[in-house]
Every structure is written in structure tokens, then in C-alpha cells.
Nanobody, 122 residues
Framework: QVQLVESGGGLVQTGGSLRLSCAAS????????MGWYRQAPGKQRELVAS???????NYADSVKGRFTISRDNGKNTVDLQMNSLKPEDTAVYYC????????????????WGEGTLVTVSS
């Protein structure tokens, strides 16, 4: 079994910063893409940023220049540094990873964390 556990959400004022962290654990053979999604009230879940194992990160246009995604392959973690936060960044943020488990080697399965709430006050 594999788990993704997020931490770091909370309440921050406009212009402030937060750092989200996500740790994957369990019967992991290999982790491929990792990323962060968010879902605001009444809206669909959307990609915020993603990062492949050994490539360049990808960002939603709305967060480019403000958010930075990073991963530590040795620790199976992915972080999201969020700067210059805006009220429109308010959402539940979900960690996502495509993982090959020890049972499903070479076949990636999409895993999600439970989500962490980020609230940006104006």
C-alpha cells in the first residue's frame, strides 16, 4: 500500500508565503511524475505544478513566477513553495504522484493525498 501525506497548509495574508510538503511512503518501486493540484469551492480540480523524475517542472500560467515545485527522489518527497499569494490561490491543495509499486512494477498508478487547505485572506 502507498500513502501520500501532505503538510503545510494554513491561513496567510495576501502577499504572504507558504510551503507545502508531501511525502510518499509504502511499497514503492519507483515514483514517476509528482505534482500538486488544487480545487477551489465550486471549481474543478486543476494542475498547479508538476515535476518528472529527471526533467523540468511544469506550472499553471496562474502561478508561474510565484510558485516553485521541487522534489527529493531519495526521500520520496515533493514540495511546493508558494510566494506572493493571492486570494484566488485559496483552495484545497492535493499532492499527486504516479507510482510503480513493488506489486505493479512498470505500471504506474495514480495516487492522491487527502488534501491540505490553503486560505489567503485579502
Amino acid at each position: 500500500q502507498v500513502q501520500l501525506v501532505e503538510s503545510g497548509g494554513g491561513l496567510v495574508q495576501t502577499g504572504g508565503s507558504l510551503r507545502l510538503s508531501c511525502a510518499a511512503s509504502g511499497s514503492i518501486f519507483r515514483i514517476n511524475d509528482m505534482g500538486w493540484y488544487r480545487q477551489a469551492p465550486g471549481k474543478q480540480r486543476e494542475l498547479v505544478a508538476s515535476i518528472p523524475t529527471g526533467g523540468y517542472p511544469n506550472y499553471a500560467d496562474s502561478v508561474k513566477g510565484r510558485f516553485t515545485i521541487s522534489r527529493d527522489n531519495g526521500k520520496n518527497t515533493v514540495d511546493l513553495q508558494m510566494n506572493s499569494l493571492k486570494p484566488e490561490d485559496t483552495a484545497v491543495y492535493y499532492c499527486n504522484a504516479r507510482i510503480e509499486t513493488m506489486t505493479t512494477r512498470y505500471a504506474s498508478i495514480n495516487y492522491w493525498g487527502e488534501g491540505t487547505l490553503v486560505t489567503v485572506s485579502s
